[in-house]
């Protein structure tokens, strides 16, 4: 848990798990305040609200943050860290982006106020008025600089970004004649893409539509130049759906939301593409952008109509006995998983959730499996939750998409054939969901007696599952045990760090009845042996041998 006196934005953290702390955030910062920061032009001022700058706090990072507080350090920091956190001095400011399409689009509302023509020379009467130079707004450059103070948490006022227009050459405008940098059926100046149904706007510059229309507007346009630039946009814009994440409620026998879902964005690249054409060559000075939402696969305003309604599987491993370093990798991945609904059909994939098994994502050192022998590594422990992720899907009849086994046989996971090891991102474990209805996954971890439950809730199916006991066969026998010496030992100290195992194949069937059918899966497992490892200190003479270790 995070520990007491750390706090988010404002928001006390202390007491809570990551998951807890994470729903905590998401409801009460909803609404990121920031400050506002205002764009000066000679004495004009404009102001851009919280809603023009769209900002936008990584909860997740902030609430990983927060935990690594007292954590990251020796024990000599940590106790101090700690300290400072009680006293109050432990608040995390959340990283935030910004929504660069809405300050991209307020600026261009400024641009229009701001923009002024060249005034050619003329003459009223006796009186002859000189030329003046007009002034344009540069939006791009405006929009970065603009977004470079607000990273920088520099609320000071920023200067718009505007460059000079030479008044118009007074035979060409009574001759009627274009510039040099235009043609006489050039579209109007600024062209804009926007959607309608949100601040999403963008600008074609001069340069960009001379490249789109080399030949005016009357000409073809550059479709391979066009591409391109939507295509810059569509990775801009888009936007993942978020799914929703659920608890199931033993006594109301409901499932009830913990985090909402939200829809996401995507730019229809052709129908975009083919809405500039037509306004390029129709000379029309804007366009629309074709901007389709993308639904999420849990939506929570329709948990009610998931099906989500009982207990149908569940499996339970043990884990007592495990650092505190272990215990801590297997909460951590737990908490992950946490609400995570699988939709009917849906695969059900342990490293998309997990993610990066890093330091950075709150995992510590614990021992792993690495190579052909156990090392410290970072995230010791996952595989006990993925294990046991595993074991629930396998008692509960589910098919099993991706599984690997360990590479040999770990104590932790009891009878050997039903474990499941993972290695991101390219080990993964997976299963299918095949029911009617939503799956709800529900990890419960008991740290003080060392047992790690996956429950997952839906519609339980007509179905039995049996699975046999595990069948031993190509027994290999471990080698000899090996001695290394290590210079952080003493003369004549012996540290044993590998035990001996037998390698095998080990075949468990699982037999399913479903619907007046019954089938038998194999699932088959290969274990190699493991060799017993000795460290010793310089000089120790091994057991059964005349000669010290040799390093």
Excluded at 100 to 114: F, G, L
Excluded at 392 to 408: D, K
Aim: hydrophobic share 40%.
């Amino acid at each position: 848990r995070i520990f007491t006196g750390v706090s988010v934005a404002g928001v006390p953290m202390g007491g809570l798990t990551r998951a807890a702390a994470l729903v905590s955030l998401s409801r009460e910062l909803r609404s990121y305040p920031i400050d506002p920061l205002s764009i000066t032009f000679n004495e004009n001022r404009w102001t851009l609200s919280t809603g023009q700058i769209g900002p936008q706090p990584d909860l997740m990072a902030a609430v990983n943050a927060a935990y690594l507080i007292g954590r990251q350090g020796n024990m000599t920091e940590n106790v101090a860290s700690q300290w400072r956190a009680l006293l109050g001095f432990q608040a995390i400011t959340p990283p935030l982006t910004f929504d660069e399409n809405a300050i991209r689009y307020a600026i261009s509302q400024i641009a229009a106020e701001v923009r002024r023509p060249g005034r050619a020379e003329m003459q009223l009467g006796d009186v002859t008025v000189p030329s003046a130079p007009g002034v344009d707004v540069d939006v791009e450059a405006s929009t970065r600089l603009v977004l470079a103070r607000l990273l920088a948490h520099d609320g000071r006022e920023v200067p718009l970004q505007t460059f000079p227009i030479a008044p118009p050459d007074v035979q060409s405008q009574s001759t009627n004649q274009p510039t040099d940098n235009e043609t006489v059926d050039s579209p109007k100046l600024p062209f804009v893409v926007r959607d309608s149904a949100s601040t999403l706007v963008f600008a074609l510059d001069p340069a960009s539509l001379q490249r789109l229309l080399p030949n005016g507007a009357s000409g073809p346009v550059n479709t391979v130049a066009l591409r391109e630039i939507v295509d810059g946009w569509a990775e801009e814009i888009y936007i993942p759906a978020q799914d929703a994440r659920l608890r199931f409620d033993a006594n109301a026998a409901i499932p009830v939301v913990i985090q909402p879902s939200i829809a996401g964005r995507q730019l229809n690249v052709d129908a975009t593409l083919e809405n500039i054409q037509s306004a390029l060559t129709g000379g029309q000075p804007q366009a629309a952008l074709a901007v389709d939402v993308l639904s999420p696969k849990v939506d929570s305003n329709r948990v009610n109509e998931m099906g989500i309604r009982e207990l149908v599987a569940s499996g339970t491993t043990y884990f007592a006995g495990s650092s505190l370093a272990r215990i801590r990798n297997i909460e951590v991945a737990a908490e992950k998983f946490e609400g995570v609904v699988i939709p009917p059909n849906g695969i059900f994939s342990f490293n998309s959730i997990v993610q990066d098994v890093s330091a950075a994502n709150g995992f510590e050192d614990s021992l792993i499996i690495w190579g052909d022998r156990t090392a410290v590594g970072v995230g010791g422990g996952v595989c006990q939750v993925s294990t046991t992720a595993f074991r629930s899907a396998f008692l509960g009849g589910f098919p099993i998409v991706e599984r690997y086994n360990h590479g040999y046989i770990v104590s932790w996971y009891g009878e050997p054939g039903l474990d499941s090891t993972i290695y991101t991102p390219s080990v993964d474990l997976k299963f299918r969901n095949d029911t009617s209805a939503y799956l709800l996954v529900q990890p419960v971890v008991d740290s003080i007696n060392g047992t790690i439950s996956f429950l997952y809730y839906g519609t339980k199916p007509d179905r039995q599952v049996t699975v046999g006991e595990p069948v031993f066969t190509d027994i290999q026998e471990a080698g000899e045990p090996v001695y290394q010496e290590d210079e952080t030992l003493a003369p004549g100290q012996i540290k044993q760090v590998e035990w001996a195992k037998q390698g095998s194949t080990v075949t468990v069937e699982r037999t399913i009845v479903e619907n007046g059918q019954s089938r038998v899966d194999k699932l088959v497992s290969v274990y190699q042996p493991w060799n017993a490892v000795y460290l010793v200190g310089p000089g120790t003479v091994v057991p059964g041998q005349a000669k010290p270790a040799t390093p």
